[in-house]
């Protein structure tokens, strides 16, 4: 039913059920929020969406106020904005006075709206927060004094991955978020996706930061600074430098990291290329050998936490084979720089990554061997981004580098890691012609693709037929791993993110980024695989001449050490 | 599972909502506060994250997460015992029982806390020694029931 209502003294036609704030949105008229969250039922906790509606003596939240037909609503009367203001004004009154040295300076909610309220003093001052900042967690950092409670990064743990390792603890003004017993972040369920850090107000949750170590790496005549990058971080960098997504992008991007001091940099789409590899000879293993099925990707080290934790009688199902990240590492030290005549001790391997938990996975026992680390440091997206602002890179001014180190060539397939049912999409296409012979037909896989956290198809390969399915959002695994856990035997192949809709929006990415910019980034990726001539992993000529001189053939023994890990069975924490 | 959890089992049906506060009381009267084991188990038992559990418990001011000591000491900070005359000062009990408000003493004797109210008010300040309460206690007073307690031996 439709009807009209009043806002701001004009007719607008509202539709009975939405709330207020949906017709505000569609008119355009912007009400500030610090707990709304796109796709999540509104709480209406933190108030500054109020509105003043003629005949209600409160003011009311739009967010979750719904509309009715006699309703004359103002958004920004004085009595609103008084409101709004007060409100701002006592959340700032325990905050720290920080901005100028704080990660989130410029981007961060509770300072733009402070701004756009046109606060211009300390109106109260209360006793601080004397929490201190919990550092134990090799991914994620917490800073109590920060957080305005707005419970947004709670909802996401809870909802969105399923783990509810933060909560609010305490109560009136002794509440904070915490985890039980107040214990560090990584000895609780935490699986470090950084889903977290994406939906905070404030700087209240951030990475570790690894800028200043790479740095000092960059800086050090003795180390030999080389650099790979996962698939989808040149198109959030175009993001953020307001570049154009286009061919070059790729081949300016590699010629900041040249000016950055980086001596070579490797695409991780390349390893994941070798991934696909060992993982489609596994599987065809496990496939003729009839045993362990389904088999579930482990590229996702939240993911692959989270069953260490919670489903470990579900570990033998892991794919054995490491992620592209190891991979890239083991292979970059242990061949490539040594026969640049490089020993692995001086080589400094940083990777760039849309996502936290590598930083977690590069520091574990998996990435390193006899005390040399695969990976020295992990950067996230945005902290890339600041790296190369103080080193001062101009992109305007740069000639694009073409790609001089041959361990650039890279099949699409690797690329299509960064998006849910990408990786899939990949893997499927190469164990169709280790089966058959042949390449699949049509090559791409529509079923697998879209904004969606659940897909699933049946592949045909030969006269056999697989299924297949690719779950993001890491909450929504748990229905299909129960289903698993008591007995459905008809999937074959489970694609696991636990970051929804995959990598492209990873808890390293760009703060704030929208549905929009997570739909510019899947489409780079296809693009690349649209216009790519090489879209199979195993026409990758960089990997077959990796197995033709040195490692044999797919998940051979000899590469077991190298290219899989083994299973985990003792509990980390 | 632990025998305590075990014998709640049947009280305490895995899908009622209320089974949670119940059996963290049980747990509390048992053992004196929470224990990070039990409120794991119980976590197991209702399919509940310990976080939420955790984070549920701290909103009530009954349950406590760490041992007492074998003195408890609990000391009214409502409106009325801090504003009655003769209030107790809650640094200057930190220093004679060794202890922070809301830890416990190093030998394990003594413990503090503060809370609310105790419903005692036209008779403030109200201090709790385990399950004794005393009632309108003057500094000097409750100088000389430390002291005695300090020196009695086990
Ligand atoms: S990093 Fe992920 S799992 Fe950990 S607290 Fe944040 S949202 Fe939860
Ligand atoms: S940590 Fe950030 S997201 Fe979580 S409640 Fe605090 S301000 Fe909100």
């Known amino acids: 039913?439709?009807?009209?209502?009043?806002?701001?003294?004009?007719?607008?036609?509202?539709?009975?059920?939405?709330?207020?704030?949906?017709?505000?949105?569609?008119?355009?008229?912007?009400?500030?929020?610090?707990?709304?969250?796109?796709?999540?039922?509104?709480?209406?906790?933190?108030?500054?969406?109020?509105?003043?509606?003629?005949?209600?003596?409160?003011?009311?939240?739009?967010?979750?106020?719904?509309?009715?037909?006699?309703?004359?609503?103002?958004?920004?009367?004085?009595?609103?904005?008084?409101?709004?203001?007060?409100?701002?004004?006592?959340?700032?009154?325990?905050?720290?006075?920080?901005?100028?040295?704080?990660?989130?300076?410029?981007?961060?909610?509770?300072?733009?709206?402070?701004?756009?309220?046109?606060?211009?003093?300390?109106?109260?001052?209360?006793k601080r927060l004397s929490i201190q900042i919990d550092r134990a967690c090799s991914s994620i950092e917490r800073d109590p004094a920060k957080c305005i409670l707005c419970g947004r990064c709670i909802r996401i743990c809870d909802e969105v991955i399923g783990v509810a390792a933060i909560d609010i603890m305490g109560r009136g003004s002794d509440s904070r978020i915490g985890t039980s017993y107040n214990k560090g972040l990584n000895v609780s369920s935490c699986v470090k996706c950084g889903q977290c850090i994406m939906v905070c107000p404030t700087a209240a949750l951030s990475e570790r930061s690894n800028i200043q170590t790479v740095l000092d790496a960059l800086h050090n005549p003795e180390l030999f600074p080389v650099i790979q990058f996962s698939p989808t971080v040149?198109?959030?960098?175009?993001e953020d430098f307001n570049l154009k997504t286009s061919k070059d992008i790729l081949n300016l991007f590699r010629a900041a990291l040249k000016k950055m001091g980086f001596r070579q940099i490797f695409d991780t789409s390349m390893a994941a290329d070798l991934t696909i590899m060992e993982e489609a000879a596994e599987f065809i293993d496990r496939w003729n050998k009839q045993s362990v099925l389904p088999m579930f990707t482990s590229c996702c080290p939240s993911w692959v936490?989270?069953?260490?934790?919670?489903?470990?009688k579900l570990l033998p199902n892991l794919s054995s084979t490491r992620s592209p990240q190891q991979m890239m590492g083991r292979v970059v030290k242990n061949y490539i720089t040594s026969s640049a005549g490089q020993k692995p001790s001086s080589v400094f391997v940083v990777s760039v990554m849309p996502c936290t938990s590598k930083k977690h996975e590069a520091e574990g026992d998996v990435m390193k061997d006899n005390n040399t680390r695969y990976v020295d440091a992990v950067l996230t997206t945005r902290e890339l981004v600041r790296l190369i602002r103080l080193m001062g890179i101009d992109f305007s001014c740069l000639e694009p580098e073409p790609n001089d180190t041959a361990f650039s060539l890279r099949s699409?397939?690797?690329?299509?890691?960064?998006?849910?049912?990408?990786?899939?999409?990949?893997l499927i296409r190469t164990i169709h012609y280790m089966m058959t012979g042949q390449e699949i037909n049509p090559i791409k896989i529509n079923d697998l693709r879209g904004l969606k956290t659940k897909k699933e198809t049946h592949i045909k390969i030969g006269k056999q037929v697989l299924k297949v399915m690719a779950v993001s959002g890491l909450a929504n695994v748990k229905s299909v791993l129960d289903e698993i856990e008591s007995g459905r035997k008809d999937v074959h192949i489970v694609e696991v993110m636990t970051c929804p809709f995959g990598c492209i929006n990873g808890g390293g990415q760009r703060i704030g980024s929208d549905e929009k910019s997570l739909k510019s980034r899947m489409k780079a990726i296809y693009d690349v695989d649209e216009e790519e001539m090489i879209k199979v992993a195993h026409k990758n000529p960089i990997i077959t001449d990796l197995y033709d001189k040195f490692l044999g053939h797919p998940n051979s023994?000899?590469?077991?050490?190298?290219?899989?890990?083994?299973?985990?069975?003792?509990?980390?924490? | 599972m632990n025998e305590l959890i075990e014998k709640m089992v049947p009280?305490?049906?895995?899908?009622?909502?209320?089974?949670?506060?119940?059996?963290?009381?049980?747990?509390?009267?048992?053992?004196?506060?929470?224990?990070?084991?039990?409120?794991?188990?119980?976590?197991?038992?209702?399919?509940?994250?310990?976080?939420?559990?955790?984070?549920?418990?701290t909103f009530y001011d009954q349950f406590r997460f760490h041992a007492l000591g074998k003195y408890h000491f609990q000391i009214c900070n409502g409106t009325s015992c801090h504003l009655s005359e003769s209030s107790i000062n809650i640094k200057d009990l930190e220093n004679q029982l060794y202890t922070k408000d809301g830890g416990i003493s190093r030998d394990r004797k003594f413990s503090l806390e503060s809370v609310s109210c105790m419903g005692s008010c036209e008779q403030g300040p109200v201090v709790k020694i385990n399950a004794t309460v005393f009632t309108n206690v003057s500094p000097d007073?409750?100088?000389?029931?430390?002291?005695?307690?300090?020196d009695k031996t086990e």
């Open chain 1, 1 to 126: 039913m439709q009807f009209d209502i009043e806002i701001n003294g004009e007719q607008v036609t509202a539709k009975k059920g939405e709330t207020i704030k949906n017709v505000l949105d569609r008119i355009g008229i912007k009400v500030p929020t610090l707990c709304n969250m796109n796709g999540f039922t509104p709480t209406g906790s933190c108030r500054l969406c109020v509105v003043e509606v003629d005949g209600l003596q409160g003011l009311v939240p739009s967010c979750s106020h719904q509309v009715e037909e006699w309703m004359k609503i103002k958004t920004h009367s004085p009595r609103v904005l008084k409101a709004r203001k007060t409100i701002v004004e006592l959340l700032l009154a325990r905050h720290p006075d920080e901005c100028l040295y704080c990660n989130r300076n410029k981007n961060c909610e509770l300072q733009s709206l402070a701004e756009e309220l046109d606060i211009r003093e300390r109106k109260h001052q209360t």
């Open chain 1, 234 to 238: 040149p198109a959030s960098i175009a």
């Open chain 1, 305 to 312: 936490r989270y069953a260490e934790e919670e489903k470990r």
């Open chain 1, 412 to 426: 699409s397939a690797g690329k299509l890691f960064g998006v849910s049912g990408g990786h899939l999409e990949g």
């Open chain 1, 557 to 573: 023994d000899q590469n077991k050490d190298l290219l899989h890990q083994v299973p985990i069975t003792e509990k980390t924490v």
């Open chain 2, 11 to 57: 009280r305490f049906p895995v899908n009622k909502k209320d089974s949670l506060l119940g059996m963290l009381q049980e747990i509390q009267k048992a053992h004196g506060f929470l224990t990070e084991e039990l409120i794991r188990e119980v976590a197991q038992y209702l399919h509940l994250p310990v976080n939420k559990i955790y984070g549920l418990a």
């Open chain 2, 141 to 150: 007073e409750l100088n000389r029931i430390i002291r005695s307690l300090k």
